[in-house]
Nanobody, 122 residues
Framework: VQLQASGGGLVQLGGSLRLSCTAS????????IGWFRQAPGKEREWVSC????????HYADSVKDRFTISRDVAENTVYLQMDRLKPEDTAVYYC????????????????WGQGTLVTVSS
């Protein structure tokens, strides 16, 4: 079971990025895929989750209405479209898989990808 996160980069205030989380060794059909982020000097926080069991999408209040999570079945990938980015979105973003219903708690996730850095300049 492996997760590969990608798509980070440097973007200006108000810009957009799309992060990808591609799974290998398993299909996402029965997993919840969560995105977390960790800003410098801060604890890791939950951002969003796609629950493949029912197609539900969940967002932290700080990103609601700006970020959109989606899944591509054929690509076995979950995307996080990030629009209207702010400097406070700067962080290393991680994706993780939970073989159960979605959660905002790290302990519920079994497998983690490596991080991808998002930097938003003002």
């Amino acid at each position: 079971v492996q997760l590969q996160a990608s798509g980070g980069g440097l973007v200006q205030l108000g810009g957009s990025l799309r992060l990808s989380c591609t799974a290998s060794g398993f299909t996402l059909d029965h997993y919840a895929i969560g995105w977390f982020r960790q800003a410098p000097g801060k604890e890791r926080e939950w951002v969003s989750c796609f629950d493949s069991s029912d197609g539900s999408r969940h967002y932290a209040d700080s990103v609601k209405d700006r970020f959109t999570i989606s899944r591509d079945v054929a690509e076995n990938t979950v995307y996080l479209q990030m629009d209207r980015l702010k400097p406070e979105d700067t962080a290393v973003y991680y994706c993780a898989a939970a073989e159960r219903s979605w959660s905002r708690y790290e302990s519920r996730y079994d497998d983690w990808g490596q991080g991808t850095l998002v930097t938003v300049s003002s």
